[in-house]
């Protein structure tokens, strides 16, 4: 049988007018579905195969009879209802490449292509900020967006209520193929993104933590705040008085006799006291 569609494949010739290739990103792990339109398979034909890179044989479909999972493929690939679309399970790296599906008449007929790409997640990235100038009216902010291989550096102006990026937006194609990239968005936040077709990973900072001061608290409220203190310092200060003449009338009361005439003269000089007391604060 397998003999046969080599000999078939050698002898048939490739019709012209082939589908397009389809490019399909994949993640690493995950399945790829590859379809095939039925309405485009002949009623009549030989067989159909679907091959990897122009080498590989997946699976062979001939007329009346079951699908055919060949080779290591098997476990791998799971056939739909329509006998002609499969699903790819579980992609590694080593599975990127062109898969074909072709069907066999008198003449080879590519029915689709697809070219997949199997790339991993993308790495955390890491935005750091190396250096900030300040004027009355501007801000000027270099920071540095990294990768795990890879790392761009980006000066940005910025006032009250926008930034602008020197040179716009900056972006770098990093050693594994991903994007590296480093831009302003509104509401203040610089963005430092790594993706790829699959996946993405960011890091930002917010403008203002460096360049924008907060406002001063309004005169007022510093001013209600030290007249209250003021206040309350010297409604201690008073009560503390009070309390040092209460004392010192009691223990003088304990030596000294109680008649009219000496409470009087002492209260007296206790006022005479108090009003010392109260000089001496000042
Ligand atoms: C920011 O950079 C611009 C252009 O390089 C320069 O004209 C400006 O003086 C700088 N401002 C500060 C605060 O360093
Ligand atoms: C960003 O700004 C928009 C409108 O200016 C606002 O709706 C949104 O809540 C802001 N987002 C953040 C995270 O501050
Ligand atoms: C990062 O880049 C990807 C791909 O270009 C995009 O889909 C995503 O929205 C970006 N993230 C942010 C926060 O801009």
């Known amino acids: 049988m397998f003999v046969f569609v080599m000999v078939a494949l050698l002898i048939c ?16 792990g995950q399945d790829v579905f590859l379809d095939v339109n039925e309405a485009d398979v002949p009623e ?8 990897f890179n122009g080498k590989n044989y997946l699976v062979s ?10 080779g290591d493929y098997t476990g791998r690939i799971e056939l739909s209802e329509n006998k002609y679309s499969v699903t790819l399970k579980n992609l590694q790296n080593t599975d990127s490449g062109v898969y074909t599906a072709r069907v066999t008449t008198y ?3 590519t029915l689709a292509e697809y070219k997949v790409t199997v790339q991993d997640p993308v790495s955390p990235v890491g935005l750091t900020v190396d250096s900030v100038s300040t ?8 920071v540095t967006c990294s990768s795990v291989d890879s790392h761009i550096s980006s000066t940005f102006t910025c006032d009250d209520t926008t930034c602008s990026q020197e040179g716009g937006e900056r972006s770098e194609v990093t050693k594994s193929g991903a994007s590296l990239q480093v831009y302003y968005l509104s509401n203040a936040s610089i963005i430092c993104n790594h993706s790829n077709q699959v996946s993405w990973t960011q890091d930002m900072t917010d403008i203002h933590v460096f360049c924008l001061q907060q406002p001063e608290p309004p005169p007022s409220t510093s001013h209600h705040y030290i007249v209250g203190l003021v206040v309350g310092f010297l409604a201690v200060l008073l009560l503390l008085c009070a309390v040092g003449v209460v004392v010192y009338r009691r223990k003088r009361g304990k030596y000294e ?12 000089r206790y006022h005479l006291q108090l009003g010392r007391v109260s000089l001496c604060t000042h």
């Open 13 to 28: 010739t490739e019709a012209p007018g082939s589908s397009a290739v389809t490019p399909v990103f994949v993640q690493t």
């Open 107 to 109: 003449v080879d007929k």
């Open 44 to 51: 009549e034909f030989l067989f159909f195969l679907w091959r």
């Open 135 to 142: 004027s009355s009216d501007s801000c000027n902010l270099t």
């Open 61 to 70: 479909v001939s007329p009346n009879s079951k699908p055919n999972i060949l």
């Open 257 to 268: 006799g109680k008649n009219n005439e000496t409470m009087h003269a002492e209260s007296t």
